[in-house]
């Protein structure tokens, strides 16, 4: 996976044909947060429209799985999320959008966390408004982490966006492990599930783990020759920072990265707080400090 603000790929001649030399083991995030000026300015502080355009025409060409990712903020971007997603679903290269609504860390102007923020629950709202792709019951928390990570799977057909979340009986996520209602009472379904909506997969894993679902369910018809370029995710991720810190929720986190000691793997709301740009040094260790004075 390489995450990218699509420069190299729109300016340097060869450098997309390098990356789809990986596919298909391969994804690439790009960095995609408005379709207009005004908003790019506020939060990159450039308008990188043509950018996007040119890096996008040569992945769709190459078909290199690409995720858009867009950071939201409230009153800047948040009323083209829905814009966003039919966007995209018109690109063939485009697995999914992310939407990440900011938070304190990093590069970050004039953030106010009164007036900026936005919770996960406004952003699955505002995306259900403002887009028809997808109904409420096809956005739904992520099992592994509920608090934090909300997802919708789809299908693109023949030109048709076939949601497939709200195909699955709610019940199935909300009990997770235990035997209660099960989907179909079928424990293969259950496991289908859970693997289908796991933030570690491949490209081919998911489209193998979908497929296998598909078949599971009775009142879908699987295409015979599906595979990833049928696939289309909605992702919000909504990380931690120091005004929402929640030890609890943390301890639940699905998405880390690892260390550079190679010996660590963070959760990433951590990582951004504690670890990110020598924040372990100026941050942490004068927490463990006085920490282990205390004691």
């Known amino acids: 996976m390489v ?27 790009l960095q995609f947060d408005s379709l207009r000026r005004d908003p790019l300015m506020q939060l990159r502080g ?35 999320m829905g814009r ?8 063939k290269c485009i697995r999914g959008v992310t939407f990440q ?4 860390a990093g590069r970050l102007a004039g953030y106010d966390p009164a007036r900026h923020r936005l919770t996960l ?48 009986d709610p019940q199935v996520l909300i009990d997770g492990g235990r035997n209660t209602i099960i989907y179909e009472r079928d424990e293969a379904v259950r ?11 491949s490209p081919q894993s998911q489209a193998t783990t979908l497929r296998e679902l598909l078949c599971c369910l009775p009142q879908v018809i699987a295409p015979k020759n599906l595979g990833y370029d049928n696939l289309f995710r909605v992702l919000i991720v909504q990380f931690i920072d120091a005004q929402s810190f929640d030890l609890r929720s943390i301890k639940k986190t699905c998405i880390h990265i690892a260390h550079p000691d190679a010996k660590r793997l963070i959760p990433f709301d951590t990582y951004n707080m504690f670890y990110r740009d020598g924040l372990e040094e100026s941050r942490l260790q004068p927490l463990r400090e006085r920490v282990l004075a205390s004691v």
């Open 3 to 29: 995450n990218t603000n699509g420069i190299r790929i729109a300016q340097e001649d060869g450098f997309a044909e390098r990356l789809a030399g990986y596919i298909p083991q391969f994804e690439l995030y």
């Open 121 to 168: 629950s406004e952003v699955r709202r505002r995306i259900l408004e403002q887009t028809s792709a997808f109904r409420p019951e096809d956005l739904i928390p992520v099992p592994c982490h509920p608090d934090s990570l909300a997802m919708a799977y789809a299908m693109k057909l023949g030109g048709k966006v076939v949601p497939l979340t709200g195909m699955i």
């Open 101 to 104: 609504p900011v938070q304190q």
């Open 191 to 201: 496991n289908h599930i859970f693997k289908l909506f796991a933030t570690n997969h």
């Open 46 to 80: 450039a308008d990188l429209r043509s950018i996007r355009e040119k890096a996008l025409e040569k992945l769709n060409r190459l078909n290199v799985s690409t995720t858009l990712v867009v950071t939201v903020e409230r009153g800047v971007n948040d009323d083209e």
């Open 84 to 91: 966003i997603v039919d966007f995209a679903l018109q690109q």
